[in-house]
């Protein structure tokens, strides 16, 4: 398994956020091909919900002050 926390570049991250759409698609792809039903607009909130939490990673690397600024927005 890849250790995120040596991967700190912000290249290296991005390489992370890339990956993790792939597996997500990848993920539809494959419950499609294994006429797998599931429920397109949930896998679209749930896609976008951690996608997003990825891309703000990428942005600022530092978890808890990510967290924080995005509580503080609500």
Not at 11 to 27: C, F, H, P
Request: charged share 30%.
């Amino acid at each position: 398994t890849t250790d995120v926390t040596k991967r700190t570049s912000k290249k290296q991250r991005i390489d992370i956020l890339r990956e993790e759409i792939m597996a997500w698609e990848q993920g539809k792809a494959l419950a499609k091909e294994l006429n797998i039903t599931f429920n397109m607009k949930h896998y679209q909130e749930q896609y976008r919900k951690y996608i997003l939490t990825y891309v703000e990673w990428v942005v600022n690397p530092n978890p808890i002050k990510a967290l924080c600024a995005r509580h503080n927005k609500k």
